[in-house]
């Protein structure tokens, strides 16, 4: 039995407070989604590419902290088996994030306080690094110290829509997106203060996530304002209102209420 109890022993003492921080950030999104119907800002009656992408992409809310509560309690078989549904569910998550991102921008319904192409650009952008650093972890998933903590890098990687939904956006344009993105780094930073506190060093892989944070946000700028950006701009709204749209200006706020995933 002693051998058996020690992998369990082991990953405890080198992960993270994963089940705390998960939950942290499963709260946010729940807060900032009820917030949001709450407002009359989204509703039920959107198309269903728009209900398909909300249940993949809360669906692995919900996997992602029960995965942070296994690892954390020890439960490491379920763990494991879970883990590799959970890699299927990310390609899933892919799939449907462009999908409706370039749904939203052939219809010329992206938010006013975004530039649609840039738009274009960050949300595809956004979930492939996504997955890179949850492929990353999954790679490292036998040194448990590194892989617990890119797992919970990646997962602050997907709030920034959860946060763009808490912050003020429009007083923030015209750095809305960057104000979530950086708004992100909230997790991450916390985790430092903890490996701090606890290890007396901050683990690197922290470093490796918010640099794939940080990245990510400069790779979206180029580009954005590069000839990359306005060639795949108008691949993409080509034949469709949004061609309508000038890719680099901010489109003027709706008549009525600001109506999210049309």
């Given at each position: ?20 921080l ?5 709260l946010?999104?729940f807060?900032?989604f ?5 407002m009359g ?11 398909a ?6 669906g692995w809310?919900?996997?992602f902290t ?27 998550m ?7 991102t ?11 306080f ?23 972890a999954?790679a ?44 992100c ?6 985790g ?5 506190h606890?290890?007396g ?50 489109p ?9 995933g049309?």
């Amino acid at each position: 039995m002693a051998t058996a109890a020690q992998p369990v022993r082991e990953y405890r003492a080198t992960i993270p407070p994963a089940a705390g921080l998960a939950l942290a950030m499963a709260l946010t999104v729940f807060v900032a989604f009820s917030f949001q119907l709450y407002m009359g800002r989204s509703t039920f009656a959107s198309p269903w590419l728009t209900h398909a992408h909300a249940l993949t992409f809360m669906g692995w809310v919900a996997i992602f902290t029960v995965q942070a509560t296994l690892g954390a309690r020890g439960s490491l078989a379920i763990h494991r088996k879970l883990g590799w549904f959970a890699a299927g569910w990310v390609g899933l998550m892919v799939v449907l994030g462009f999908a409706v991102t370039v749904v939203m921008v052939r219809k010329g319904t992206t938010p006013f306080f975004f530039r649609p192409q840039h738009f274009l650009i960050f949300d595809p952008l956004n979930v492939l690094v996504f997955a890179g650093v949850t492929a990353a972890a999954i790679a490292l998933r036998r040194r448990t110290d590194w892989h617990a903590r890119l797992h919970l890098s990646a997962m602050a990687l997907l709030l920034g829509p959860a946060f763009g939904r808490l912050l003020p956006m429009p007083l923030l344009t015209p750095f809305a997106f960057e104000s979530a993105a950086a708004a992100c780094a909230i997790f991450p930073v916390a985790g430092m203060i903890v490996d701090r506190h606890r290890r007396g060093a901050v683990h690197p892989a922290w470093w490796w996530g918010l640099g794939a944070l940080v990245g990510m946000v400069l790779l979206g700028e180029a580009l954005t304002y590069s000839p990359i950006g306005d060639a795949l701009y108008r691949a993409t709204t080509a034949g469709s209102p949004g061609a309508a749209v000038p890719g680099l200006a901010f489109p003027p706020p709706p008549e009525g209420p600001l109506m999210t995933g049309r």
